[in-house]
């Protein structure tokens, strides 16, 4: 990750008397975060989200046109989520300023079927109840009294805010935004406003990532259904996966839908993951006798970060498919081993999937092919069990 900028320089915001109002909100424009610590957070949160909504998600957007974080759900419903982060909350003059800027963008989005989400890392933001929105995700109908309040008051003191700025603004256009503005805070429905802090998130790397991690965890076991060992022994790589993955999306330019991050995308790592990590003994379904050199060469490739492209659902299923009409058609056979039995008559039928990976070597290329076939066939609980638990047509 890149070093941390300290805030303290970072002048992303503008404050009117003794309010606090984003100038670059009531442009209606949706900036990234001025920091990379921000940045890191926005990231991070909507891996936060991302999870806590599954499986009813279909896909997610990190800095989209429309939000920070824009999510899609299977009743094509909305979550809108204004990501907020301090690097030392301790050191913030008003905890509310931040939630103040998140409602004035949060504003402008359509509120009917979709939820408005305001995601920090600053755990006592309402002072009748610290920590009350840690590691969870809170509807304003399910706060409790003295927080409805304070929210109560906070919208209202945007508006009178920008009343004022109103009566002081000289230009007639930005008088026109600043009125468009007023009543879309004063319509503000909040009864589609969700609360949600991730905490604690701050500190190096190593510390920060905890709850994060806690939340994938809970996901692998909860949600997918995965033994507590295998889960753990995944995490930290899914974690990191996810994290660059995200990192890199969130880079590409909102355009037609060139940024959207799928359930698919997301979820075939966990398969690729889980796949045993001992070499195979393919060796009768090969049409050659392999050497411990190419052994070695196909050991490699198989190590590479680059080669799970080999284990997403696309291509999973198409393997999957072909192997159960297989099994159809060889009903009342008495087959030992039915994957190799599969992978020596079918196997070269996916060979194209891995001549595309750049491998010039034929021995090498019918290699590879056959190993992954092999891992794909014996793999198949597992590939049924996410797609299963994630909503994901296997």
């Given at each position: 990750?890149?070093?941390?900028?300290?805030?303290?320089?970072?002048?992303?915001?503008?404050k009117?008397?003794?309010?606090?109002?984003?100038?670059?909100v009531?442009q209606?424009?949706n900036?990234a975060?001025a920091s990379s610590?921000?940045?890191?957070f926005?990231?991070n949160?909507g891996?936060?989200l991302?999870?806590?909504y599954?499986?009813e998600?279909?896909?997610?957007?990190?800095?989209?046109?429309?939000?920070?974080?824009?999510?899609?759900?299977?009743?094509?419903?909305?979550?809108?989520a204004?990501a907020?982060?301090?690097?030392?909350?301790?050191?913030?003059?008003d905890?509310?300023?931040k939630?103040k800027d998140?409602?004035?963008?949060?504003?402008?989005?359509?509120?009917?079927?979709?939820q408005?989400?305001y995601i920090s890392?600053?755990?006592?933001t309402f002072?009748?109840?610290?920590?009350?929105?840690?590691n969870?995700?809170?509807?304003?109908?399910?706060?409790?009294?003295?927080?409805?309040?304070e929210?109560d008051?906070t919208i209202c003191?945007i508006s009178k805010?920008?009343d004022?700025?109103?009566k002081d603004e000289?230009?007639?256009?930005?008088v026109e935004?600043?009125?468009q503005?007023?009543?879309?805070i004063?319509?503000?429905h909040k009864e589609?406003?969700?609360i949600?802090?991730i905490?604690?998130?701050?500190?190096n790397?190593q510390n920060?990532?905890?709850?994060?991690s806690d939340?994938?965890l809970s996901?692998?076991?909860?949600t997918?259904g995965?033994?507590r060992?295998?889960?753990?022994?995944?995490?930290?790589?899914l974690l990191q996966?996810?994290?660059l993955y995200?990192?890199?999306?969130s880079?590409?330019?909102d355009?037609?839908?060139?940024k959207k991050?799928?359930?698919?995308d997301?979820?075939w790592?966990i398969?690729?993951?889980l796949?045993?990590?001992?070499?195979?003994?393919i060796d009768?379904c090969?049409s050659?006798?392999?050497?411990?050199?190419?052994k070695?060469?196909v050991?490699?490739?198989?190590?590479?970060?680059k080669s799970?492209?080999?284990a997403r659902?696309?291509?999973?299923?198409?393997?999957?498919q072909?192997?159960?009409?297989?099994?159809k058609?060889?009903l009342?056979e008495m087959?030992?081993?039915?994957?190799?039995e599969?992978?020596?008559k079918?196997?070269?039928?996916?060979?194209?999937?891995?001549v595309?990976?750049?491998n010039e070597?034929?021995?090498?290329t019918e290699?590879l092919t056959k190993?992954?076939?092999y891992?794909?066939?014996?793999?198949?609980?597992?590939v049924?069990?996410?797609?299963?638990?994630?909503?994901?047509?296997?």
């Open positions: 990750m890149n070093a941390l900028i300290d805030e303290t320089i970072v002048k992303s915001i503008k009117y008397s003794d309010e606090y109002l984003n100038e670059d009531c209606f424009d900036d975060s610590f921000g940045w890191n926005q990231v949160a891996i936060f991302f999870l806590k599954m499986p998600v279909t896909d997610i957007k990190i800095e989209s046109k429309a939000q920070d974080i824009e999510i899609t759900l299977i009743d094509e419903g909305k979550v809108f204004q907020k982060s301090s690097q030392d909350h301790t050191a913030i003059r905890q509310k300023e939630f998140a409602i004035i963008s949060l504003a402008r989005n359509p509120y009917e079927r979709n408005l989400v890392n600053i755990p006592n002072k009748t109840a610290s920590n009350f929105f840690d969870s995700i809170i509807s304003y109908n399910d706060c409790l009294v003295g927080i409805k309040e929210i008051d003191s805010s920008i004022k700025k109103i000289k230009k007639s256009k930005k935004k600043l009125v503005l007023k009543e879309k004063e319509k503000f589609n406003l969700y949600s802090t905490y604690p998130y701050y500190g790397e920060r990532y905890i709850k994060i939340t994938v996901f692998l076991t909860d997918v995965l033994s060992e295998d889960a753990i022994s995944i995490k930290q790589q996966h996810w994290q995200f990192e890199h999306n880079t590409i330019k355009n037609n839908n060139c991050i799928t359930k698919e997301l979820t790592p398969v690729a993951f796949v045993d990590g001992n070499f195979p003994d009768t090969l050659f006798q392999p050497d411990l050199a190419i070695k060469d050991e490699r490739i198989m190590n590479d970060p799970f492209y080999h659902y696309e291509f999973t299923n198409r393997v999957l072909r192997y159960a009409l297989f099994k058609q060889s009342g087959i030992k081993q039915p994957e190799l599969f992978i020596r079918y196997g070269r039928e996916f060979i194209d999937e891995f595309m990976f750049g070597d034929e021995q090498l290699y190993v992954f076939l891992r794909i066939l014996v793999n198949n609980r597992y049924q069990k996410v797609c299963k638990a994630v909503g994901v047509k296997a």
